[in-house]
Structures are given as C-alpha cells and as structure tokens.
C-alpha cells in the first residue's frame, strides 16, 4: 500500500462573532488526494481519527473549511488530514487553537459622583 503524505504548512483558524471558524491549509501533492477531513477537539492533542469522527471532509483542491456552532467557551482545538481514493487517511496537519469568543461580564454596575 502507497502511504499518503500530507504537508501542511499553514492552518489558520479566522474567527467570526457568529461563533464560525474558517480553515485554511496547503493542499497535499499527492496525486490521488480524494479530500480532507476536519478533526476539533476541546482537549489539545486529543483527537480520534476517522471518516465518522470528522466535523467536516472537503473535496480535492478545497483547502478551506468553515466550522459553525462552536460552544462560547474554551478553547477548539483543530488538525485535517487527507485521504486518498483508496480510503487512506494522512497523519494529522499541526494542531491551530480557534480563538473563542468569551461570553460578556454581566452584573456590571457603575457607582460614583
């Protein structure tokens, strides 16, 4: 079996206020990339590979994803791999943490003069 390299030197997550992260990355050079899968994680390094516990798979020559619905705590931590046509997955980009919007102080009260 041919192993299936993935060289990804840029994954970028750019925040939005509708709790939506876009990815971005460099495509594989692999002649028969079939797509990318999305992995996110709350717990940094911990990640479960495979087409069922992808958030997201793309299509070849897509390098962008957009994740939507993301919780308004903590960090999100995310990696993409690439399969190839034969069902063969890459080994995971570098890991990028989403930026994560925190929620709004409330109780907030102003005394004075």
Do not use: H
């Amino acid at each position: 079996m041919k192993s299936l390299a993935l060289v990804l030197l840029l994954l970028v997550a750019t925040p939005s206020f509708a709790r939506t992260v876009t990815l971005s990355w460099t495509a594989s050079t692999a002649a028969d990339v079939a797509g990318y899968r999305v992995y996110q994680t709350t717990t940094s390094g911990v990640y479960t590979y495979g087409a069922a516990t992808a958030v997201g798979s793309t299509v070849p020559g897509t390098t962008t994803f957009q994740v939507t619905g993301l919780p308004n705590t903590g960090p999100i931590y995310f990696v993409v791999t690439a399969y190839d046509t034969s069902g063969l997955e890459s080994g995971p980009s570098n890991q990028i943490v989403g930026a994560v919007t925190p929620p709004a102080p409330v109780g907030l009260s102003v005394t004075g003069p």
